[in-house]
């Protein structure tokens, strides 16, 4: 008979940190997340200065066959007049009696607090993973996404969960040849608007010179996106933190004006899923070898964001971003660069992929469901 807990106890807590490891173990697809980073999450930390949490598990005897966490944002539930809360962190086996209890549990939580609709998988912003994988199952999942069977879409949907939007993702690969056409134009563009590509001799610089700028740039150009939030000042420090063994000025690249103002940003990072995969996400020394080698020469980078204020939206600013990203390609002997998240709907950034040879792999989608 299934057992429905909140988790409070250490126990619990490793329980809740441990399942997807369990669940996914031997699969070839899966990434965990950094296993000291979900502990801080359950700790609570800064997250609780701005948002409400409760985490549960499902029980079978001893065993957990469940897991999932219900985050209420105030911050976003403020800026899109909401009062939503989000689920994420759902795994669990085959069965839809375990989904339920899970599900029940996150509905009667917005219920308590006084909210009318739970939607999802969505994190503390749109920083951290989101989405549910719908297609694109025998694809390696990046570090900064999640993985999940294909059976979760019929237990969440079986439980009157509907789509809401949906995200695309895509494998870019390298030309054969550089355009240097597009090169001229970027040029011409770059001196038109009197800008430059920022030169930081390292992350420590870049982090310290432009690290603020980033996330002002990204509150300013993603603030009309699907649930997206500003990000409060502790949230930018710990993606500073979570992601600086990553950052590299080799695959940054910082637009800035006569003002040293930052105008345009594209982040890339080196691929570090299957160096993450055995060690189950813990930093183990093996682990932090394989992660170095991949960050050194990588053979897959992952496209985290590309924001262009508005004001220089119109500009031809794309045109560098862009070309830049081709020659990390054709240069760096890298098999392809995979954009993550890009909304369906979203036919700006979908156009621009069309200047790469591209393919279309995975789609993740967030639902919505109405309880009052």
């Not at 001893?62 to 944002?73: C, N, P």
């Not at 509150?219 to 600086?244: G, H, N, S, V």
């Not at 760096?332 to 979908?350: H, R, S």
Request: aromatic fraction near 12%.
């Amino acid at each position: 008979m299934y057992r429905l807990v909140e988790v409070k106890t250490k126990r619990e807590q490793r329980d809740f940190l441990d399942f997807p490891l369990k669940l996914y173990k031997g699969n070839p697809y899966f990434v965990p997340c950094l296993y000291g980073d979900e502990k801080k999450i359950l700790r609570g930390d800064w997250h609780l200065k701005y948002a409400k949490q409760a985490f549960y598990l499902v029980y079978d005897g001893k065993k957990v066959v469940g897991r999932i966490q219900a985050i209420l944002s105030r911050l976003s539930n403020e800026k899109q007049n909401q009062k939503r809360v989000r689920f994420t962190r759902f795994d669990a086996i085959d069965d839809p009696e375990v989904a339920k209890l899970l599900f029940g549990a996150v509905e009667q939580f917005a219920k308590d607090n006084g909210m009318d609709s739970v939607c999802g998988p969505l994190g503390y912003s749109d920083m951290d993973r989101e989405g549910l994988l719908i297609e694109g199952f025998n694809e390696l999942s990046t570090f900064e996404e999640q993985y999940n069977y294909p059976y979760y879409q019929k237990l969440i949907e079986g439980l009157g969960y509907e789509k809401e939007v949906d995200w695309v993702e895509r494998k870019l690969y390298a030309p054969k040849e550089l355009d240097t056409r597009i090169g001229r134009i970027a040029d011409a563009m770059m001196k038109r608007n009197n800008l430059r590509f920022a030169v930081c001799k390292s992350t420590k610089e870049m982090v310290k010179r432009y690290g603020d700028a980033f996330f002002d740039l990204i509150d300013e150009t993603y603030k009309d996106l699907y649930m997206t939030i500003d990000f409060p000042e502790e949230e930018r420090k710990e993606y500073i933190a979570a992601f600086k063994l990553l950052i590299s000025p080799k695959f940054v690249r910082i637009i800035v004006d006569k003002d040293d103002k930052v105008v345009a940003i594209g982040l890339c990072f080196p691929s570090i899923g299957k160096a993450l995969q055995k060690s189950g996400g813990k930093l183990t020394l093996p682990c932090l070898i394989k992660v170095m080698k991949a960050v050194k020469k990588p053979e897959i980078i992952d496209l985290g964001l590309i924001g262009i204020l508005p004001k220089y939206q119109n500009s031809g600013v794309s045109w560098a971003i862009f070309y830049e990203i081709m020659k990390m390609l054709y240069e760096g002997g890298v098999a392809y660069c995979e954009t993550n998240l890009n909304l369906e709907d979203n036919k700006g950034i979908q156009n621009n992929w069309g200047r790469f040879e591209n393919v279309l792999h995975k789609r993740r989608r967030s639902y919505l469901k109405k309880i009052a």
